[in-house]
């Protein structure tokens, strides 16, 4: 059972938009940033937005990321078929000295 | 360019320890404060954050694994190694090295744990 909550599973057309969310507590996604990652199969997963809203350099601007409270939401839009991935949340959180937390993932089907 | 590499046995017996080192290379290991870390992820399933090292020498470990996870480093090599002892079927999974959870992953190692 993952701290940070994911849906499972998530899909769209082409040319969509799609959110996927992830829900957490007051110790992590509360108090602290959130990172986004992207995970085609066999490879490492790769950051796509961190400190919540921000792109690293070369992730499309397709993908935003916002924080409310202790939810996060990714947002995909003009969705490609290259997005289907599976895409997980993380944050640090602040109980018992202090350790990152992982959503449990979303595997986001391109129709 | 940052590149790490993780390497070791792909297969420990349970209750052995694994073992796993992460070389960097393209920058000092020791230069600026950064957090080396170790993640993992079963077959299947989701990450899991193991623990850091920062290059002030402080670590940080996932407070179910704490335990039996050690974290150290070897400055003369540019590598930082994690150490999982009393290892079981469910310590099976990929591992990963990092530098903090940012940009900069290595490719990944299986690790079988198995008689």
């Known amino acids: 059972q993952s701290v940070l909550t994911q849906p499972p599973s998530a899909s769209g057309t082409p040319g969509q938009r799609v959110t996927i969310s992830c829900s957490g507590s007051?110790?992590?996604?509360?108090?602290?940033?959130v990172n986004w990652y992207q995970q085609l199969p066999g490879t490492a997963p790769k950051l796509l937005i961190y400190?919540?809203?921000q792109r690293p350099s070369g992730v499309p601007d397709r993908f935003s990321g916002s924080k409310s409270g202790t939810s996060a939401s990714l947002a995909i839009s003009g969705l490609q078929s290259e997005d289907e991935a599976d895409y997980y949340c993380?944050?640090?959180?602040?109980?018992?000295?202090?350790?990152?937390?992982f959503g449990g993932g979303t595997k986001l089907t391109v129709l | 360019q940052v590149q790490l590499q993780e390497s070791g046995p792909g297969l420990v017996k349970p209750s052995q320890t694994l073992s796993l080192t992460c070389t960097v290379s393209g920058g000092s290991i020791s230069s600026g404060s950064y957090y080396w870390s170790w993640i993992r992820q079963p077959a299947g399933k989701g990450l899991e954050w193991i623990g850091r090292?920062?290059?002030?020498?402080?670590?940080n470990c996932n407070p179910s694994l704490k335990s039996r996870v050690t974290i150290s480093v070897d400055t003369s090599k540019n590598q930082f190694s994690l150490k999982l002892s009393s290892v079981t079927a469910a310590d099976t999974a990929v591992y990963y090295c990092?530098?903090?959870?940012?940009?900069?992953w290595g490719q990944g190692t299986l690790v079988t744990v198995s008689s």
């Open positions: 090292l920062h290059t002030s020498g402080s670590t």
């Open positions: 993380a944050a640090w959180d602040d109980s018992l000295n202090g350790h990152w937390v």
């Open positions: 400190s919540n809203s």
């Open positions: 990092a530098r903090g959870v940012g940009i900069y």
């Open positions: 007051s110790s992590n996604i509360g108090s602290n940033t």
